[in-house]
């Protein structure tokens, strides 16, 4: 008698101090909104980091294009030591003629080149590296919106998980109380020792689900702290976010509308094409002319260039026009036309492809979210059904005229309830944020 009394009061004291423990924890978490974790997310990630600095790259890319419209300016000099000059007046087996000549040499000069005409490739590269920063912009965003959906999966599952342990600890709670009461009917000899046993049993049960939850709970936070660049062992409390069951979502063909043109993926796709289309022009010109403007100016010494030869200084300028024709490439050239056109197919290809990816993922989570919204519904009714159930049976079985089994189900049935409704928001979440990414408005 005494030892059952001991182990009642022992499990009332371990589910207040279970109770206290997640409360003071709590309250020593720091409070976070989705907003809030997204925004650090998107500081710390390393991923964007990489993609903004590939995105600062193409845009000095893009200047060094536009720089290269520029002459080219040079400066040159030459310094040269020269030996004497041996002559073989009587063949190379004879001894040579040694004539003195001047031993030192130089020149310093400028030249510049300025192209007029180059088939169009200073524009073409100019043209290519917009479209790059383009690309390289689109999958900054994409990142972004992945790491978002990422950190907004971790988030939910803490959410639902301390949804979960709040529900089992009430229900724990509650149980406790129950225990007491058939504990006291048992003293009398009106239930069997099992009755105790199943309910000490099923408390033993819930106390390990706890645990559980708690360690997923855990391994939530700490994804989410190393993805906010935080301590991982930092605790986190979420705040609430908004209820699914009064969101009405727009119109399946405004979010496929919305997709088309703000979707990373597809704006990807559709850069890439207009890539491949540059390309092909860029092979098509190989056999254009190049055309431009040279001039230079140097000093020299000796001067040994125009006859008489003399010993001194002198300077000597040209300017003119530069022209070349590559010939060989209208005949090299077939070949590498035909494959960039095929590379501007598949690339229309890959669009097409890409385009049908996105319905199908759009209307995956379009219909998942409505299927939600619909588990939401049920899970209420659930609710209220099983909650009167157990209030029935629960009256029942202490009256003597039903089963523990019976109760313990009930009870089962009305706990699943609540974890159903709190799942159902959880992955109707889920799904609203997906059908953001997957538009490009995450």
Do not use: C
């Amino acid at each position: 008698m005494n030892k059952r009394i001991f182990l009642t009061i022992m499990m009332f004291a371990t589910v207040s101090t279970h109770s206290r423990a997640q409360s003071s924890l709590q309250q020593s978490a720091s409070p976070f909104s989705l907003a809030e974790i997204w925004q650090k997310v998107a500081v710390n990630s390393k991923v964007i980091d990489t993609k903004e600095l590939e995105l600062l790259q193409s845009k000095e890319q893009l200047k060094d294009a536009h720089v290269s419209r520029l002459p080219d300016v040079s400066l040159n000099g030459e310094f040269t030591k020269l030996s004497n000059l041996p002559q073989f007046e009587e063949g190379i087996l004879h001894s040579p003629t040694l004539y003195p000549i001047s031993h030192t040499a130089y020149n310093v000069g400028a030249s510049v080149y300025f192209d007029i005409y180059r088939g169009g490739q200073l524009n073409r590269r100019v043209d290519a590296q917009q479209i790059n920063v383009k690309i390289k912009e689109q999958e900054r965003n994409l990142s972004a919106s992945e790491i978002k959906l990422l950190a907004t999966a971790y988030y939910l599952d803490l959410l639902r998980g301390l949804a979960f342990q709040e529900l089992l600890q009430q229900d724990m709670d509650e149980q406790s109380k129950v225990l007491l009461q058939i504990k006291a009917i048992y003293q009398n000899g009106v239930v069997l020792k099992s009755d105790v046993l199943r309910a000490e049993l099923k408390l033993s049960k819930q106390h390990l689900q706890v645990d559980q939850i708690n360690n997923e709970n855990t391994l939530a936070a700490q994804k989410i702290n190393l993805l906010m660049g935080r301590d991982e062992a930092l605790l986190i409390a979420p705040s609430q976010p908004f209820l699914p069951d009064t969101v009405q979502l727009t119109a399946y063909e405004t979010l496929l509308a919305n997709a088309a043109s703000g979707a990373p993926e597809i704006n990807i796709s559709k850069e890439e094409r207009r890539m491949s289309e540059l390309q092909l022009r860029e092979v098509k010109g190989n056999i254009l002319p190049s055309v431009g403007l040279f001039a230079n100016y140097a000093y020299n010494y000796p001067q040994g260039r125009f006859y008489p030869y003399v010993l001194s200084l002198y300077g000597l300028g040209t300017v003119g026009l530069r022209a070349s024709f590559p010939i060989s490439s209208l005949f090299k050239n077939k070949h590498q036309v035909n494959s960039a056109a095929l590379a501007v197919e598949r690339s229309a290809v890959e669009r097409k492809n890409t385009e049908d990816q996105i319905k199908i993922r759009l209307k995956e989570a379009y219909l998942q979210f409505q299927h939600e919204l619909e588990r939401i519904k049920v899970a209420k009714a659930n609710i209220t059904q099983a909650t009167e159930n157990l209030r029935i049976v629960k009256n029942s079985y202490l009256n003597q005229t039903s089963l523990i089994t019976d109760y313990l189900d009930a009870d089962v049935q009305l706990l699943q309830s609540k974890f159903d409704l709190s799942a159902a928001r959880i992955a109707a979440q889920l799904q609203y944020y997906q059908i953001q990414k997957i538009t490009g408005t995450l």
